[in-house]
C-alpha cells in the first residue's frame, strides 16, 4: 500500500442501460481528438459490453469568485448513444479513403463499425453548446468472433491506417479501410493473445499460446493469405490455406516464459521499443526482439502504459493491489494508491492538467488524476513556556489511570470465568435457547419423506426455538442434530446479530422406512458474545412418539417378550398413552405400529403390576420401552402422588437377550465387510478402465490405424460395471444405515435392561454406556465393532479387572490396547461384551476404578456381615483400614459393589441353614434391618421377620425370592471362555449401594439367582383368560 494517493481531478461513473453498472474491459477506453477539433484538444471515448457509447471531454472551470476548479459537469458529455451490439475494443485513426480525419472504429462480436463524430452547429445555438452526431461511414461482416483490434499503416502506406481483427481461432482478417484484403491463420496462437504492430519494420508481433513473441512481416501474412478476395476460385484458396500456414514462418521469437496481458509500442523510428507486460514481470525488447531490459514484479499486475520521456522509456503499471507504480525503466520512481483497480490506462492532456492519467475500472468507473500531494497547512503554535506543576500533573495522571483501568476488561471477563458464570463457560444473561414442541401433527408435504402404510405421508410436528439476549450478539449459528431415519425441514440457521428475540420454526419428519434408535433432537447454538468470544449453548428436546408410531390392534403372539415388573398398582393403559388409545380402547392392552409396518404390543396384569411388551422385532420395543418408564416415572411422580406412595421401583424379568445382540453386530459387521469388498471391485474396475483408455489413446495417436481389437466393447463394458458398483455401494450404504440403527435400538435395549435388573447408579450407567456406546456413526475406517472393543477392554482390565493397581507393576505391565483396524470377525468383540454383561450383571469381582479417589480420608462405616445363629464358624474379625498407598485404589462403585456382595452371600448362607428365616419384607422397621447389621438376630426382629399372610408378595411387583432349596450342586454357573468360575458368582443381580440401603429401607431390591436357576415369569399372567387381559 502506497503512502500517497493519486489525486482526482475529475471522475464520473459509465453507467450501461437501466442505470445499471456497465461492464468495461481493456479495449473499451480511448482518448484523441474525436471531432477534429481545431485546436487538437483530446476527448475521452468509453465503451462497454452493453453496447454504450459515450464521448467526455473533461476541462477545469472558472466558478462567480473566479476561482478555477475541476470536476465532472453535465456538459462534459459531448455523446451519449446505444449500439446494438457489444463493445469489444475502440480506436480512433484515419479509416476512411476519402479525408484525412480522425474516425472512430469499434468493434462488435460479429462485425467491424466506422464511425464519424461530427458537430452540427447550424441547428445548434451557441448558448446552449455544440451537438455532436454519430454517423456510420462503413461496416464489415466478420465470418468468425473478433476477439481483438490492430491498427497501423500496414505496408508502409502513407496518411491512411488499416485495421486488422484477430478472431477466437487465431485467424488474424486484414482490412485496407472501405475493402477486405485478406484473412490469413497465425501459427502457435491455440489461444488469441495481444498484438502489437512495428512502424519501422512494417512486422507484426504476435503474443502465442507457447508463451513467445513472433514477430511477423506485413508482407509474409499477406503472401500467406488463405481466402484473399482477389482468388476467384475458392478450392484454390482453400489448397492454399494448408501450403500458406505452413510457409508463414516469423521474423525472429523471442521466449517470454509467462502469459503476456499487454503490449504497447512507444517512440518512431529507430528508437521504436515494445513493452510486453506478463503475469510476473514488465520487459523492453528493441524492434529486433533483442531485450533492453526486464524488470521482475512482487505483485500481481493489472494493466500497463509506456511513453517515452527523453530518451528513457518510462512505465506505468497498476496492480491488484490498487496500487499505481512509476519506473524510469527499471528503477521505481513513484508509487500512489488508486480507488479501484483499473483494466485499463492512459496519458493525456486536458485544459487544466497536463499528463492527467485516465483510469478505467470493470465496473464503469471513470477517472482523470494526477500524482501530487497535499502539502500540510499545519503550523506548530508557539510553545508555551510556564512552568509545571508536577503535584498537579501527577494527580490528573492518577486519574487517567482509574479511568483506563475501570474501562479496560481482563482476561477473565472475556472468558467468563468468574463466580456468577456456571462452570466459567456459558453466561446465561448472554443468551436463552427455548425449543417448544408443538401439539398438534400435520401430514409432511415437503421434499423427502415416506408414505405410511396406509398410503398417507407421514405425520410431522413443528418445533419452535426461540433465542432470547439481553445484549447484542452476533454471528449465531444454530444447527439442528437428529438421529436417521428422522430428518429436519433445515438443519442451519445464520443470524448476523441478535439484539432482542429471534424464533425459528422447523418440522421433523420420518424419512426413511425403519427404525429410529432415538426421538431426542440437540440444538448446538454458537455465537459471539460483546466482548468477542465464543460460546456454546446445546439444548436437546424429545419429539412425541406418535411421530413414528401410530395405534394398531393389539397381537397375541410374538417372537420376542419382555417383562417389566413394579411395585405400585398396574396403570390402564389408555390413560399412559392418550393420544395412540382408540375409541374403544382396552385397559390392559394396545397395539402400535410403526410407519414400516412393525408392530408392538403392551400389555398389563393388574394381579402381578407387571407389564409386558412383545414384538416380532426386538429393535422395536426399545422406543416403546423407553416411553412407558418415562410415562410411568411421570404418572407416579405426579404432585397428587408424592408422599402417598412409596417410591416407583421397576425391575425387568426377562433375560438379557444378548443371542439377538450378536445376531445385529453380525449384520452390522457383513455390511461393513461388504462395503470393503465393493470398494475393492471399485478400484479394480477403475484401474482396468483407465488401462483401456490409455490403450486406446495410444492406437488413436498412431498414424498407422489399427484394428481396435474390441478395446472400444472393453471399455463400455467396463464402465458399465462401474456403475453397477456404485449403484451396489449406494445401496450397501443405504442398509448399512439401516442395520446401524436396528444395532443400536438393541444396544440400548440391552443397557436399560441390564440397568432395571441390577439397579444401576447414574453414575456407574454412564460409565457403562460409555463402554458400549449405542451411538453408532456409518463410517468405514473406524468403526462401532473396533471401538467398541478397545473400550470394553479397557473396561474390563482396567476397571473391572482383578487386583488393578494404579501406578504399580501390573498397571505398566498391561497389554496394549487394541488397535482401531477393521477385525477380521467380531467373535473377540462378542467375548468380551458377553463378559461386561456377565460381570455387570452377576457382581463376579470387586469392581475397582482407576481414577484415585476424591476423598482421601479413611471410610470409618462399620461393614455389616449377615450370618446364620446355627454357623458354628468363626465370624471373620474386621481387619484394620490397610494403607491407601499399598492397597488398590478404588472408586465408591468398587466399594459398595463389593460390600454388596458379601450382604448377598450371607443372606445366602443364612436362606440355605435356616430355612426359617425368610428374607427382609417391605414390613421389616428400620430397627429390626440395624440389629441384622449387627450380626444379632433380637426376639423384635424374629417376629417381624415372620412371613406375613396378608401381604401378597406378588402384588409387590419384585422378582421372585430366591428358594430355599439348595441348588443342584452339578450346575456350574456360566462363565465366559478362557476364564476361571469364581466362588463369589452366586447371583445375578447385585443390590444398591450400603448408603441407598440405609436411606431407603422400606422396599428393597430383591437379588435373583444365577442365570440357570432363574425362575421366568409364568406364561398364564398374561394369559387372555384370567380376565384382567383383553
Known amino acids: 500500500m502506497s503512502l500517497f494517493k493519486a489525486r482526482d481531478w475529475w471522475s464520473v461513473v459509465v453507467e450501461g442501460e437501466n442505470g445499471q453498472e456497465e461492464e468495461c474491459d481493456i479495449g473499451c477506453l480511448a482518448v484523441a481528438n474525436i471531432n477534429n477539433e481545431t485546436p487538437s484538444k ?173 514477430c511477423y512481416k506485413y508482407q509474409a501474412i499477406a503472401v500467406a493469405a488463405t481466402d484473399n478476395p482477389s482468388e476467384g476460385n475458392s478450392s484454390a484458396s482453400n489448397k492454399s490455406s494448408s501450403q500458406g500456414s505452413k510457409r508463414l514462418s516469423p521474423e525472429w521469437t523471442q521466449l517470454l516464459g509467462e502469459p503476456v496481458l499487454d503490449m504497447k509500442v512507444v517512440g518512431e523510428g529507430a528508437g521504436a521499443s515494445l513493452v510486453v507486460l506478463t503475469q510476473r514481470s514488465f520487459s523492453c525488447l528493441k524492434d529486433s526482439g533483442v531485450f533492453k531490459f526486464i524488470k521482475k514484479l512482487e505483485y500481481n499486475p493489472a494493466c500497463l502504459n509506456a511513453f517515452m520521456l527523453g530518451n528513457a522509456v518510462q512505465v506505468l503499471v497498476a496492480s491488484h493491489t490498487e496500487t499505481l507504480l512509476v519506473y524510469h525503466e527499471t528503477e521505481l520512481r513513484w508509487a500512489s494508491q488508486l480507488p479501484f483497480v483499473p483494466v485499463t490506462l492512459t496519458r493525456t492532456n486536458f485544459e487544466g492538467i497536463r499528463g492527467g492519467l485516465v483510469t478505467l475500472g470493470s465496473s464503469g468507473h471513470l477517472q482523470v488524476s494526477y500524482l501530487g500531494t497535499d502539502p500540510s497547512l499545519f503550523v506548530a503554535p508557539p510553545t508555551d513556556a510556564r512552568q509545571i506543576n508536577y503535584d498537579q500533573t501527577d494527580q490528573e495522571l492518577a486519574k487517567l489511570h482509574k479511568v483506563i483501568k475501570a474501562s479496560t476488561k481482563d482476561a477473565g471477563s472475556l472468558l467468563n470465568v468468574n463466580k456468577g458464570v456456571s462452570g466459567g463457560m456459558i453466561n446465561e444473561n448472554d443468551l436463552r435457547v427455548y425449543a417448544t414442541v408443538g401439539n398438534q401433527l400435520e401430514t409432511w408435504t415437503g421434499p423427502g419423506g415416506m408414505t405410511g402404510p396406509d398410503g398417507v405421508g407421514v405425520p410431522a410436528v413443528p418445533v419452535a426455538i426461540r433465542l432470547t439476549a439481553h445484549s447484542p450478539l452476533n454471528s449465531v449459528r444454530v444447527h439442528i442434530s437428529v438421529e436417521k431415519p428422522l430428518a429436519v425441514s433445515q438443519d442451519t440457521f445464520v443470524l448476523r446479530t441478535i439484539c432482542d428475540t429471534s424464533q425459528i420454526l422447523v418440522k421433523f419428519y420420518q424419512n426413511e422406512a425403519y427404525l429410529p434408535p432415538s426421538l431426542t433432537v440437540t440444538f448446538v447454538t454458537s455465537f459471539l458474545t460483546s466482548t468477542g468470544a465464543p460460546r456454546i449453548i446445546t439444548t436437546n428436546v424429545e419429539l412425541p412418539l406418535k411421530l413414528v408410531v401410530q395405534g394398531s390392534q393389539p397381537s397375541k403372539e410374538a417372537d420376542h417378550k419382555l417383562t417389566i415388573s413394579t411395585n405400585m398398582p398396574a396403570v390402564n393403559l389408555p390413560e399412559l398413552f392418550p393420544e395412540l388409545a382408540g375409541e374403544a380402547g382396552v385397559a390392559t392392552a394396545m397395539g402400535l405400529q410403526y410407519f414400516n409396518e412393525t408392530e408392538v404390543t403392551i400389555l398389563s396384569s393388574r394381579t402381578t403390576n407387571r407389564y409386558r411388551l412383545q414384538s416380532d422385532s426386538l429393535a422395536a420395543l426399545w422406543l416403546v420401552l423407553k416411553e412407558l418408564i418415562a410415562r410411568l416415572r411421570a404418572y407416579w411422580g405426579r404432585p397428587g402422588w408424592r408422599g402417598k406412595v412409596d417410591e416407583l421401583l421397576l425391575g425387568a424379568a426377562s433375560p438379557l437377550p444378548t443371542n439377538e445382540l450378536y445376531a445385529e453386530i453380525d449384520a452390522h459387521f457383513l455390511r461393513r465387510k461388504k462395503h470393503k469388498e465393493l470398494e475393492a471391485q471399485l478400484v479394480q474396475r477403475a484401474t482396468q478402465f483407465r488401462a483401456v483408455q490409455r490403450r486406446l489413446l495410444t492406437k488413436f495417436k498412431d498414424k498407422t490405424p489399427t484394428p481396435l481389437t474390441n478395446l472400444d466393447n472393453l471399455l463400455e463394458g467396463t464402465y458399465k460395471q462401474i456403475l453397477h458398483i456404485t449403484d451396489l455401494i449406494n445401496e450397501n450404504i443405504k442398509g448399512l444405515e439401516q442395520d446401524g440403527s436396528q444395532l443400536s435400538c438393541v444396544v440400548r435395549l440391552v443397557l436399560e435392561m441390564a440397568r432395571l435388573q441390577t439397579n444401576m447408579e447414574p453414575n456407574h450407567y454412564s460409565l457403562l454406556i460409555a463402554a458400549l456406546s449405542p451411538i453408532i456413526h456409518p463410517t468405514m475406517d473406524q468403526g462401532w465393532e473396533e471401538r467398541t472393543d478397545a473400550c470394553v477392554t479397557f473396561l474390563l482390565r482396567n476397571v473391572l479387572g482383578k487386583n488393578v493397581t494404579i501406578g504399580g507393576q501390573a498397571g505398566r505391565d498391561a497389554p496394549p490396547p487394541p488397535q482401531l483396524t477393521m477385525p477380521q470377525d467380531t467373535g473377540k468383540l462378542k467375548k468380551h461384551v458377553s463378559i461386561l454383561l456377565d460381570k455387570v450383571t452377576k457382581a463376579a469381582q470387586q469392581l475397582v476404578l482407576s481414577d484415585p479417589p476424591q476423598d482421601t480420608t479413611a471410610d470409618t462405616r462399620e461393614e455389616t456381615i449377615y450370618r446364620d445363629e446355627n454357623d458354628l464358624a468363626e465370624p471373620p474379625t474386621p481387619q484394620a483400614p490397610e494403607d491407601p498407598t499399598q492397597v488398590p485404589l478404588g472408586s465408591r462403585l468398587g466399594e459398595d459393589r463389593a460390600r454388596s456382595a458379601r450382604i448377598r452371600s450371607s443372606r445366602l448362607l443364612s436362606g440355605r441353614t435356616a430355612s426359617t428365616l425368610p428374607p427382609l419384607t417391605p414390613s421389616s422397621s428400620v430397627g429390626e434391618e440395624r440389629d441384622e447389621e449387627r450380626g444379632t438376630l433380637t426376639a423384635q426382629s424374629s417376629e417381624a421377620s415372620q412371613p406375613d399372610e396378608s401381604v401378597d408378595e406378588e402384588n409387590l411387583g419384585d422378582l421372585p425370592s430366591p428358594p430355599t432349596e439348595p441348588p443342584d450342586p452339578t450346575e456350574q454357573p456360566s462363565t465366559p471362555p478362557n476364564e476361571q468360575p469364581d466362588s463369589t458368582l452366586e447371583l445375578t443381580e447385585d443390590l444398591a449401594p450400603q448408603e441407598k440401603l440405609q436411606e431407603t429401607l422400606k422396599i428393597l431390591p430383591k437379588p435373583t439367582l444365577k442365570k440357570e436357576a432363574t425362575i421366568e415369569t409364568p406364561d398364564d399372567i398374561f394369559d387372555g383368560d384370567d380376565g384382567d387381559m383383553w
Not at 107 to 119: G, I, K, N, S
Not at 129 to 155: D, E, V
Open 42 to 214: 483530446d476527448k475521452i471515448i468509453v465503451g462497454g459490453f452493453s453496447g454504450s457509447l459515450r464521448i467526455y471531454h473533461p476541462q477545469a472551470f472558472r466558478t462567480e469568485e473566479g476561482e478555477e476548479v475541476s470536476g465532472y459537469r453535465a456538459d462534459h458529455v459531448l455523446l451519449e448513444t446505444t449500439l446494438n451490439y457489444p463493445i469489444l475494443q475502440l480506436a480512433v485513426g484515419k479509416f476512411v479513403s476519402s479525408n484525412d480525419h480522425n474516425h472512430l472504429c469499434v468493434l462488435h462480436p460479429d462485425r467491424l463499425a466506422v464511425y464519424t463524430v461530427t458537430t452540427d452547429n447550424a441547428t445548434a445555438q451557441k448558448q446552449h453548446g455544440q451537438q455532436f452526431r454519430l454517423t456510420s461511414a462503413y461496416q464489415h461482416k466478420l465470418p468468425r468472433k473478433a476477439y481483438s483490434l490492430l491498427t497501423g499503416a500496414f505496408g508502409g502506406v502513407k496518411g491512411k491506417d488499416y485495421l486488422a481483427v484477430q478472431s477466437l481461432d487465431g485467424c488474424l482478417s486484414v482490412f485496407e479501410q472501405e475493402s477486405q484484403a485478406f484473412t490469413t491463420p497465425l501459427p502457435n496462437t491455440l489461444l488469441p493473445g495481444p498484438l502489437a504492430y512495428l512502424s519501422r519494420n512494417d512486422s507484426i508481433v504476435v503474443a502465442g499460446s507457447d508463451w513467445c513473441l513472433h
